[in-house]
């Protein structure tokens, strides 16, 4: 079945790094892909969405690019923020989006020093 | 608009009790989702509704679990009886193209 995989946190980082979450994916089909964020308390939210090969989703200085080559959509950010600090969860949509269905993956908890 | 509604924001109970969790989504949202939580086994989609109708119940854990959506505005998610094991966020979202909105969760602590 479809899945979503996203590497283990914590990441912890100091204030204006990099940052790269990686994700991929199986799926059959053509699936929609997304970035959620959890901040402490709160419930999910959207970050960014892909819906085809070679899209790329942005928001907030993040951003990720749906490649179907190697079933990837790794998120980047140039420069974190300590207000970053939160969970993140790479999903995709069953039903080429059609039932907004999500698959998540288990959640990378980034963490970031001033 | 005020977004996904949750209630009960916390609820301790003690192992046998029922619990009833209840959602109101998004107005002229058709999609309805129940997630559970743990830090063991991330985010588990449980049921789904599509305009008020149960879709896709096949992870709902056992039969303890039921849910439902008498109408547009308002789900609910029981257990009955309840475990120690149940104790989790359960998270309710509704969408209707595309992109799914999220309540703040209900943390259930079954003693």
């Known amino acids: 079945g479809n899945s979503v995989t996203q590497m283990e946190g914590p990441v912890t980082l100091s204030e204006e790094a990099f940052l790269t979450i990686n994700c991929t994916y199986t799926a059959t089909g053509y699936p929609s892909l997304f970035w959620y964020v959890q901040y402490p308390g709160e419930g999910l939210q959207l970050l960014l969405k892909?819906?085809?090969?070679?899209d790329k989703g942005s928001n907030k200085g993040f951003e990720a690019t749906y490649r179907k080559e190697t079933t990837s959509f790794h998120l980047e950010k140039g420069s974190v923020q300590v207000s970053d600090s939160a969970v993140y969860f790479c999903?995709?949509?069953?039903?080429?989006?059609?039932?907004?269905?999500?698959?998540f993956g288990t959640g990378t908890l980034l963490a970031v020093q001033p | 608009d005020a977004g996904v509604i949750q209630s009960p924001r916390h609820e301790v109970t003690e192992m046998g009790q029922e619990v009833t969790l209840r959602c109101k989504p998004i107005s002229g949202h058709d999609y309805l989702f129940w997630y559970r939580q743990t830090m063991m086994r991330g985010l588990e989609l449980l049921i789904y509704f599509n305009n008020n109708v149960p879709i896709d119940d096949s992870g709902m854990p056992e039969d303890r679990f039921s849910a439902k959506m008498p109408n547009a505005s308002f789900s609910t998610l029981k257990i009955q009886p309840s475990e120690p094991r149940d104790s989790a966020v359960y998270f309710c979202?509704?969408?209707?193209?595309?992109?799914?909105?999220f309540g703040e969760g209900s943390r259930l602590t079954v003693l």
């Open positions: 979202a509704s969408s209707m193209v595309g992109e799914l909105f």
């Open positions: 892909a819906t085809k090969a070679d």
């Open positions: 999903a995709l949509s069953e039903g080429g989006g059609a039932t907004n269905k999500l698959i």
